[in-house]
């Protein structure tokens, strides 16, 4: 065969990338879209390896979901950028000893050529990058509207630290007390932070969910991260202290603690506060401080990870008061032990040993009254004796030693006791989250400084807006070091600045934001790039978001996403923004592993995309990819796979080139023809790329089989492939005849009357399992059936040379074949 007239991916995808470019195709017209569809996909952190197959999984997985929208004549806004900022990039340059203002360009570099090079419908005027001073001028910005409406505040508090890294690090980035990222024990420390008071908005961020067309594993990782719980705060007056005037002062109206479990107040024997409870050094006796002293040492030594751990030994030392139990009037021992956090409910709890486990084992070490409250109703003489374990379930549980709530279901005993106690001013019911405030502050160099100033005078200042950006200046040794402070703090030139309100000497915040505010708003940058005035445009905001369909991993469907949504929250509220939840939709992908295993530099099992795409081409490599799997699931990549896409890109090449018009199609082929338009819609739709691509193979089957040539079918094959090999099917495209882009063509029309075949397929069991499927005209007799599924292979191989002992037969149903 001439060169010129086969299949030649290396020069065809070259040269549509360059037609692309130079007619604008991926450039959709921002101010005057029709039906605009804003298609997102989770932007790359620029690593020095460039993009590895999974990122090209996800990327190309988005990619064919915007291709195949803008065929239904969606105006399609597909843009891509950089997370370039972030203790990754900054790492990464420590160890190869460059800085990452010089590494991370070459990076951008390296990840745009491959981006380009796998056929991703990008609109390259408005990619952006976290780092460029044009963007985060902008996060300042955010960071300064948070500030001003008191949603930004300044506290000390306990952080896990890295003394390796000498970084905070988030509670998630501590595995098993360690650092994730380079294993060295964590120590807490308490440090002076910035916080975004996110948990001001927790019952809107869990009421959304229900309304929001996302993953359900997404949402209910969502659900269980902000964690709402009810319960009841209860104050426990400190036993033989003077009432102080108007309960004022710290400790002033007792110990108060949240407990889910008010039903079981008449037996908290003991109470327990965190070490760091600012009450601990006022209540603690005279003869018990050496001791305290020693644990609350101990205790701030370690990571507010391990001390989370339930299974391990509990410690605790008495503190030498007493509180009064609210409802029975006892005496209370009052201790402190570690696990118990001063970051969950108020830092203090009591303690029901009968009824918890945790607390009934720090009863049984240190000799603690256990004093039961709940048992089993039944015969009306429940069992008031104290338990060998902790009974921890309610159900069908009623209370005892409970004065006059005894009886009474533990249901109703937690809103009865609650009420009773809010009547007399000791208590309230309260729901609680488990979300803390978002910790922004990283005492690190690469990121955007966060724009405050420190006047001795006026406090702090923030950066009046006109002076953004605050530059990251050019720092030579960007090391942190052990003080807690970031390196910035040593560059004099640029900490010491003059207060924006009175002119004195002053000096700046030397603390970077968070990575994740870079990414909470990226996508209300991309539209409005080209402002250079203002973050995002109005009318360009207005008319593309929020985001139509979001696909991205699910390693972010937990952080990134909350503070996304949080930060549109806070921006509509301020005026900026008209909605508040930024992602209508979102999918997450599935993971590749290689033959079987999970990817990785040890196992040399790292598929790398480059070398794929310059054998088979991008198109090949994309529809293997594709091929694997649902894209919410994944799948497994193997090499010899590969080739099976290829020969059918082969095939439809060859068919390109050999159309004939005007004959007559056979009425088999045209119900085939109309079913498989609207099955690879529908597949596509639903992310079954696998199966869309399946029926476009089965299709193509389906013509040759028929003999056929006709240019209509062939036509209609080709546009439903652009999605998959966008190069591909626009050579294909021109050498139809055609001069515009195939993704002008449209999705093919199917017409519904025509796609109800009056043949079926039925599934074939042999000895009642399902082991394959044949086509036969609906309500085929028996005889016609079995006579088929035999001609099958696969029915063949688990018939074997056996007669069948019995044929189960149900009329366009199934077929079960019997063997001996
Ligand atoms: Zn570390
Ligand atoms: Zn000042």
Redesign the pocket.
Known sequence: MPPDNSYRPDQIEAKWRARWAERGTNQPDLDHPTRPFYNLMMFPYPSAEGLHVGNMFAFTGSDVYGRFKRLQGHTVFEPIGYDAFGIHSENYALKVGKHPAELIPQNIANFRRQLERIGGMFDWRHALSTTDPEYYKWTQWIFLQLLKAGKAYKKKAGVNWCPFDKTVLANEQVIDGKCERCGTAVEQRFLEQWFFRITDYCDRLLANLDGLDWSDTTRTAQRNWLGRSEGAEITFPLHGLPTPRSGEGPGGGGITVFTTRPDTLYGATFMVLAPEHPLVAQLTTADRKAEVDAYVKAAAAQDLVSRKVGDREKTGVFIGAHATNPVTGKPVPVWIADYVLMEYGTGAIMAVPAHDERDFAFATKYALPIVRVLAESGDGRSDSSAPAEAIVETDGMVLVNSGRFDGMAAEAAMRAITQQLASEGRGKAVVQFRLHDWCISRQRYWGPPIPVIY????GA?PVPEKDLPVLLPALEDFRPDDSGISPLARHEEWYYVP?P????R?RRETDVSDTFLDSAWYYLRYPSTEFHDRPFDKTRTKTWCPVTTYIGGNEHAVLHLLYSRFLAMVLKDLGHIEFEEPFTRFRAHGLIVKDGSKMSKSRGNVVIPDEYIAQWGADTFRMYLMFLGPLQEGGDFRDAGINGPRRFLDRVWLMVGDTTTGGEIPKDLVTRWHATKKKAAEDIEGLRYNTAIAALMEFVNAIKEAGSRDRALIQDLVVMLAPFAPHFAEECWERLGHTTTVFDAGWPKWDESLVVSDEIELPVQVNGKTRSKVVVARGADEATVLAAALRDETTKRFVGEKLPKKVIYVSNRLLNIVVG
Do not use: H, S
């Open positions: 006047c001795d005078g006026c200042v207060c309100t009175c002119g004195k002053a």
